[in-house]
């Protein structure tokens, strides 16, 4: 049986798993979905069409599943996901989607400092971390074990490659390359995210190659579509090559450099 307090109001059409605990004062409104062992703490809100994955933590006073603050929302019928494991601390707000993409998500095991915001069609992937005050803007994507420093606003539509770390209270406008150490006025690609990436189990080998492509990419007189068929041309096919190519291509907004 699911541990609600009695001051938490809960809506009919919610469903809540038997071991989910519910805090003081807190509204769970709509057809919001709560999965095994989430622990919901006091004066929080979870509405819409949310599902919070299993063994979460919701802190006091969050807010999950609100409007997207977007002039151009019709009232389309839209989501927000959350992924088993993650930690969504105090005042944190987390915005479901639009039309464009339907919903927002946030993955497995990451963690949601406090008055960081999520907005609309954002998505997030898993193990990443996201400092206090971290503010998105709509359509944001930030890939797996990236890492936002406090107080950084990030610019719709960009996205933040893996690995990466951000450095806090920067302006991130445009994409931000995997692997990447950022930070600066302007905001610049330092060196790689040499700690992350060992800390994470890869090679001496394989952080080489990363070097390399950077080098390229980033201290040659190459424009980026010369360097891109440099490092096609001349260093080994891995996956993490392949990951830095890849997230060129897709570029929305141009990377920092």
């Given amino acids: 049986m699911a541990d609600i307090h009695q001051t938490a109001i809960v809506d009919s059409k919610a469903e809540i798993d038997d071991n989910v605990k519910v805090g003081p004062f807190?509204?769970?409104?709509?057809?919001?979905?709560?999965?095994?062992?989430?622990?919901?703490?006091?004066?929080?809100?979870?509405t819409g069409d949310t599902s919070i994955g299993e063994n979460c933590r919701i802190h006091h006073g969050a807010v999950v599943g609100t409007?997207?603050?977007?002039?151009?929302?019709?009232g389309e019928e839209t989501r927000v996901e959350?992924?088993?494991?993650?930690?969504?601390?105090?005042y944190v707000t987390v915005n479901r989607g639009?039309?464009?993409?339907?919903?927002?998500?946030?993955?497995?095991?990451?963690?949601?400092?406090?008055?960081?915001h999520v907005a609309h069609d954002c998505h997030i992937g898993d193990n990443v971390i996201l400092a206090n005050g971290v503010q998105m803007a709509g359509h944001v994507h930030i890939q797996d074990y990236a890492i936002v420093g406090g107080l950084v606003a990030i610019h719709q539509f960009v996205t933040v490659?893996?690995?990466c770390m951000i450095g806090g209270g920067y302006r991130i406008p445009k994409d931000v390359c995997p692997y990447a150490l950022v930070g600066g006025y302007p905001v610049t690609i330092k060196t790689l995210n040499l700690t992350g990436l060992m800390r994470r189990g890869f090679s001496a080998e394989t952080i080489q190659n990363i070097k390399k492509a950077y080098k390229i990419l980033f201290n040659s007189p190459y424009n980026t579509s010369d360097a891109v068929k440099k490092i096609r041309d001349e260093l080994p096919q891995t996956e993490e090559i392949n990951n830095i190519?890849?997230?060129?291509?897709?570029s929305r907004r141009g990377l920092i450099k």
């Fill in 161 to 163: 490659g893996a690995h």
């Fill in 98 to 116: 639009t039309e464009e993409s339907g919903y927002t998500s946030v993955g497995d095991n990451c963690l949601l400092m406090a008055y960081s």
């Fill in 82 to 90: 959350i992924g088993a494991n993650t930690t969504i601390r105090e």
């Fill in 26 to 46: 807190t509204i769970i409104e709509g057809p919001v979905k709560l999965y095994s062992a989430v622990e919901v703490g006091s004066h929080a809100l979870i």
């Fill in 245 to 250: 190519l890849t997230f060129i291509a897709n």
């Fill in 67 to 74: 409007l997207p603050q977007d002039l151009k929302f019709g």
